[in-house]
T-cell receptor, first 116, second 111 residues
């Protein structure tokens, strides 16, 4: 079974630009969550999608948005980039159906975003 | 942002020694997960815990879900050099798929 795939692995953007990151979950998994990882704040939850609907949301500004497609692939968008948005963005895949074992979250390798 | 208290923050140990780390929270969780992260990579799931008091092993790793549902610990026995990395705990908030992560324990093993 293929794991969680995130593209691209690395990105360099300029302040004020926007960026879109992509995540393909494990086959059969319907829940996709996004996390931001920085040295100062650690791993912080951004949002979670299930069946194309946002189910949970973290405490990030509206510049951070996401969506999920019918094949469970997800994209995350950050508009008007700021220097502080530089981070490793991680996507986690979960079966998402509510049973105990279905709550295990498997991570991709992440996208390293650098804003200059 | 929300983070769990994880200790120790870092530790140097000799190869062959046992290691113990823990996470505590003021919130109750329904699931505890333990991850290991290598530089430049995503976290890799090591152990999952679902019930208060549960004790689960995965090779040299043993983890427990605290009976109050507010804490968990991870033990690594007979450490080896490839155990080097950052270990994170994560607690799942009830009724959600939102995980709160610990601050991480950086483990360094001296051969």
């Amino acid at each position: 079974k293929a794991g969680v795939t995130q593209t691209p692995r690395y990105l360099i953007k300029t302040r004020g630009q926007q960026v879109t990151l992509s995540c393909s979950p494990i086959s059969g998994h319907r829940s996709v969550s996004w996390y931001q990882q920085t040295p100062g704040q650690g791993l912080q939850f951004l949002f979670e999608y299930f069946s194309e609907t946002q189910r949970n949301k973290g405490n990030f500004p509206g510049r951070f948005s996401g969506r999920q497609f019918s094949n469970s692939r997800s994209e995350m968008n950050v508009s008007t980039l700021e220097l502080g948005d530089s981070a490793l963005y991680l996507c986690a895949s979960t079966e998402g159906t509510g049973r105990d074992a279905d709550t295990e979250a498997f991570f991709g390798q992440g996208t390293r975003l650098t804003v200059v | 942002g929300q983070q769990l208290n994880q200790s120790p923050q870092s530790m140097f140990i000799q190869e062959g020694e046992d290691v113990s780390m823990n996470c505590t929270s003021s919130s109750i969780f329904n699931t505890w997960l333990w991850y290991k992260q290598d530089p430049g990579e995503g976290p890799v799931l090591l152990i999952a815990l679902y019930k208060a008091g549960e004790l689960t092993s995965n090779g040299r790793l043993t983890a427990q879900f605290g009976i109050t549902r507010k804490d968990s610990f991870l033990n690594i026995s007979a450490s080896i050099p490839s155990d080097v990395g950052i270990y994170f705990c994560a607690g799942r908030l009830p009724g959600t798929y939102k995980y709160i992560f610990g601050t991480g324990t950086r483990l360094k093993v001296l051969a």
